[in-house]
């Protein structure tokens, strides 16, 4: 009997608002959370928009030692880890913590906490040699992601297999990829999985801008990510987390638990192109749309929305596009796809599993969030992007993908389970 | 089950270059571990590292790689360029979507890095390399490896600190379970600028001393932390029938059994090194009787070593099994350690010998582990359990056979 992997708890902190409810509020509506960034005078670079999320450490119950402790972005994936273990029904603590394993993605760890360290450290700049008398106790924790595993490990006591898997901007998608194998192979009962990102820092923000692949539309920041737009005109990063409790099925069935669907199908692909760049067939993309479909033994037709990567950049929206048609033919007219970065931009390694929780929440709903800001479509992205509004439809497959520099491509199809009930 | 080999071995270590000059070396006890050279350590209080020394990328790489990318990736594509080769792969020898990317990282290349922050910082954001959107970030060298050799297989990177060099490759292996033939895995890593240097310092792991010989002593009663360390190996790891599609293919060995668990933060807790071992020989059907040798994680740090031998005295009672640190000679590689001491664990079956640990002269007597110190031994291996652990709790264990 082969071990299934399915999801039974969802936490979320994101532009709009801390907490799936918000979360699903926003995306339902079709409401944008993309504003002037106010985190830091970003007066002097070419792109000054972000998803913030306004989120009050003190509020969310983190205690003064967390905060000190741990960067945003850790702090992020406790918060919507303590939401996906309560929302989960599971009693942690009667769990053998070597069943319980972690896989966090992040695509670029404690950056924030990095650059304000060195900005004292090498006085704005001025010196190469760092001075060592002004490091902070947990400098080496910024230093490598990894601490941020182990601080969602600490958070629900797993002492089985804990790793962040960093894969640029899928890793949100590929560390539930990695934790449902990590159940299927039977490494771990219960994986609390996710991304986290709070990428918001100047050097990440010019990171984006020298390549000019972020969005210049600074006099109208809530409409200016707008995937398959004909006047899009790049990327609004983001930030947030989402944590999903991932179990095996049986051991959910067992408790009665309440189960939101099943991540049936994984796969990823490099592309071999470009570390930026993207060719416009999608044919890697393709590929790991068609391998995650037969691992699900699901059908092209099976697919009832596609959750789309939808970064709202011109390259991205062909590639993608392109990729949907090659793996679903004719079917791919007919299925609804939309992006949620138009609404919460782009929060790199979180974005992933963001949009797995708002998927899974679209099965609870039967409701598909819209692309916000699709007003002029371009011509030559010529599939159903679900513009503006959201749309009533029973779903039982969805596919969603990422793709991510470094040439990653990953796709994952995610299906209700029969009688799964709430 | 599908059954995974070693094929191709490219190693970057302070104590040599590729295979064979880093087997002949570390056999010999040559230490490599001397005064930093890359940047100016007066201002700081620890001053030495295992630098690899003499490699000019620009001699290996074409040029316009050169700006895109830190040391360490540079590292890292050099070596995997002399792991397919050792391999004997060419291009089209295997279908590219059957070729699987794994790496493992810990800090990213800080050393880009640093330089980029600077120029924003000192010069203004017009300064900033267009490289550094993924120059820096811990993808990288999975990116970099697939786009070199045109890999439209899987790719991953797993970060869990200094055991990802031995996570990378458990997770390359369960690629070729899933079905492709051939994977690229391992960890390269360095580390070695200003930034980084303050961030290693402030881990409190370094060791205090500064004298090459008398820094980084695992297990031994002068232990006072470890020494860092840059490069780490990279092997090609495949199926035996991908490797009888080259007939003449050496088969180093068999990547037999893999586990990791985490330690819990509370003290009545056991810490799961031990766990992870046991699970590893599980996963490989081995009696602890079967292994050969063991390579140690050896912090270097007191509770931690007196953890580890409790471990391996666990498993193998008390001077069961000889263990052994040849990252005595080259400091802690950080991701690229694991997957140097699966190499070097690997080369010990392969050549009958089992590499020392250098400078240790006190063992803790109460450790009661037969530890390999100063000389080489040589005699049959036929298995080995490499164990590591990573700061914040990580232990990651592999067991390697000879294939037969």
């Excluded at chain 1, 985190?39 to 913030?52: I, L, N, Q, V």
């Excluded at chain 1, 230093?143 to 297999?161: K, N, Q, R």
């Excluded at chain 2, 350590?41 to 990318?69: C, D, M």
């Excluded at chain 2, 980084?196 to 001393?209: D, E, I, K, P, T």
Aim: charged share 20%; with cysteine.
């Amino acid at each position: 009997m082969s071990r299934r992997a399915v999801i039974t708890g969802v936490g979320v902190v994101a532009p709009g608002g801390i907490g799936t409810k918000a979360y699903w509020k926003l995306l339902s509506e079709g409401r944008t959370a993309t504003r002037i960034i106010t985190h830091f005078d970003a007066s002097p670079y070419r792109s000054r928009m972000a998803g913030e999320a306004d989120f009050d450490p003190v509020r969310e119950g983190l205690t003064p030692q967390e905060i000190r402790r741990l960067d945003r972005a850790a702090q992020f994936a406790v918060v919507a880890g303590r939401e996906a273990m309560a929302d989960s029904g599971i009693e942690f603590d009667q769990l053998d913590p070597g069943r319980i394993g972690v896989s966090l993605g992040t695509a670029v760890g404690c950056t924030t906490s990095l650059e304000r360290e060195f900005i004292v450290g090498s006085d704005r700049g001025k010196y190469w040699e760092v001075d060592q008398s002004y490091a902070v106790p947990h400098l080496y924790d910024y230093f490598t992601p990894s601490s941020m595993a182990t601080e969602l490990a600490w958070t629900v006591g797993a002492e089985g297999p804990v790793s962040v898997v960093s894969t640029g901007c899928t890793s949100g998608l590929d560390s539930v990829g990695y934790a449902a194998e990590l159940i299927m192979e039977g490494s771990a009962d219960v994986v609390v999985t996710g991304g986290t990102e709070a990428p918001l820092s100047p050097i990440t923000v010019v990171c984006f801008d020298v390549i000019r692949a972020s969005s210049t539309r600074n006099d109208d920041p809530t409409t200016a990510c707008r995937p398959f737009d004909k006047t899009r005109d790049g990327l609004v990063l983001g930030e947030g987390s989402a944590i999903i409790v991932l179990e095996e099925l049986e051991h959910a069935r067992a408790r009665g638990a309440h189960i939101y669907g099943e991540v049936a199908g994984f796969a990823s692909r490099c592309n071999a192109y470009h570390m930026t760049g993207l060719h416009p067939e999608g044919i890697e993309m393709s590929d790991a749309i068609n391998i995650a479909l037969k691992q699900a033994r699901a059908d092209a037709t099976d697919v009832g929305y596609i959750n789309a990567h939808g970064s709202g950049t011109k390259q991205n929206d062909l590639h993608e596009t392109a990729a949907f048609k090659r793996s679903l033919g004719a079917h791919a007219y007919k299925t609804p796809v939309s992006g949620f970065k138009s609404m919460i931009g782009h929060s790199l390694g979180a974005i992933g599993s963001l949009e797995i929780v708002g998927s899974l929440l679209a099965f609870e709903e039967d409701l598909i969030p819209p692309t916000a800001n699709l007003h002029e479509p371009d011509p030559e992205c010529d599939l159903d992007y679900t513009p503006l509004v959201a749309r009533e439809k029973k779903v039982n497959t969805v596919l969603t993908v990422g793709s991510g520099f470094g040439g990653f491509q990953s796709a994952m199809v995610l299906k209700k389970v029969e009688g799964a009930g709430r | 089950m599908t059954r995974a080999v070693v094929t191709g071995i490219g190693i970057a270590s302070p104590n040599g270059l590729g295979p064979t000059a880093y087997w002949r070396a570390t056999l010999h006890g040559e230490a490599a571990i001397k005064p930093i050279t890359r940047f100016d350590s007066a201002n700081y209080w620890a001053k030495i590292a295992g630098e690899v020394p003499g490699f000019e990328a620009g001699r290996h790489l074409q040029g316009r790689l050169l700006p895109q990318t830190d040391h360490m990736t540079r590292l890292t594509l050099v070596g995997t360029d002399w792991a397919l080769r050792g391999a004997g792969v060419q291009p089209n020898d295997i279908p590219d979507t059957d070729i699987a990317v794994i790496t493992a990282a810990t800090a990213g290349g800080y050393e880009f890095g640093q330089r980029e922050l600077q120029k924003l910082w000192h010069q203004g954001p017009e300064y900033v390399s267009a490289y550094q959107s993924f120059a820096w970030f811990y993808a990288v060298n999975t990116g970099q490896i697939s786009i070199r050799h045109g890999t439209r297989g899987p790719g991953a990177v797993v970060v869990s600190e200094q055991a990802g060099g031995i996570d990378s490759i458990g997770h390359a292996r369960r690629q070729l379970r899933k079905g492709v033939q051939l994977a690229l895995t391992g960890g390269m890593d360095s580390s070695l600028c200003p930034w980084a240097w303050v961030a290693h310092q402030a881990s409190g792991c370094l060791s205090r001393s500064n004298n090459p010989k008398r820094a980084y002593l695992p297990f031994d009663r002068d232990a006072s932390g470890y020494v860092a360390g840059e490069g780490g190996a990279i092997m090609v790891v495949e199926t035996p029938e991908s490797a009888a599609g080259r007939p003449g293919t050496r088969i180093y060995g068999e990547i037999v059994g893999y586990a990791s668990t985490f330690d819990s933060r509370m003290p009545s807790r056991e810490p799961g090194l031990m766990r992870a071992a046991e699970l590893a020989l599980r996963d490989a059907g081995m009696d602890a009787s079967e292994i050969d040798v063991v390579f140690a994680d050896a912090a270097g740090i007191p509770e931690l070593d007196k953890a580890e031998a409790e471990a391996i005295k666990g498993i193998f009672g008390p001077f069961g099994v000889p263990v052994t640190a040849p990252k005595t000679m080259t400091g802690r590689l950080f991701a690229g350690g694991g997957s140097l001491d699966v190499a070097s664990a690997i080369l010990s079956i392969y050549w009958s010998a089992i590499p020392p640990t250098v400078n240790v002269e006190n063992p803790v007597p109460e450790y009661e582990i037969d530890l390999v110190m100063n000389e080489a031994r040589h005699g049959k291996v036929k298995a080995a359990l490499v164990l590591g652990r990573g700061k914040g709790g990580f232990n990651s264990a592999m067991v390697v056979r000879e294939y037969r």
